[in-house]
Nanobody
Framework: QVQSVESGGGLVQVGDSLTLSCVTSERTSRSYTSAWFRQPPGKEREFVAGFTYSAPYTYYAEPVKGRFIISRDVAKNTLFLEMNSLKPEDTAVYYC?????????WGQGTQVTVSS
């Protein structure tokens, strides 16, 4: 079973930056998209960003477009999410998984709290 370990979250101020990391036990593959998701307090988990081997290679949810950057280190089985110009509405637990989602691969997530 694939295991994912997310890290890098924390408490930050509006406008700050954070970079999240996700290490998976599964070797990354060209057959699926690696992705970040988040679950804001009291809400459903939602897609944030995806990294795919086919063009355009990266894509983002509208609320984070232009502020977040997803990248991947294939050799280290690690997925990154650089988050800039953070807003209070970015407060959530952040998770990595793939698309199509593997229900067994959800990790504990990493908490990001943006304080105003």
């Amino acid at each position: 079973q694939v295991q994912s370990v997310e890290s890098g979250g924390g408490l930050v101020q509006v406008g700050d930056s954070l970079t999240l990391s996700c290490v998976t036990s599964e070797r990354t593959s060209r057959s699926y998209t690696s992705a970040w998701f988040r679950q804001p307090p009291g809400k459903e988990r939602e897609f944030v960003a995806g990294f795919t081997y086919s063009a355009p290679y990266t894509y983002y949810a509208e609320p984070v477009k232009g502020r977040f950057i997803i990248s991947r280190d294939v050799a280290k089985n690690t997925l990154f999410l650089e988050m800039n110009s953070l807003k209070p509405e970015d407060t959530a637990v952040y998770y990595c998984n793939r698309i199509p989602v593997d229900p067994g691969a959800w990790g504990q997530g990493t908490q990001v709290t943006v304080s105003s």
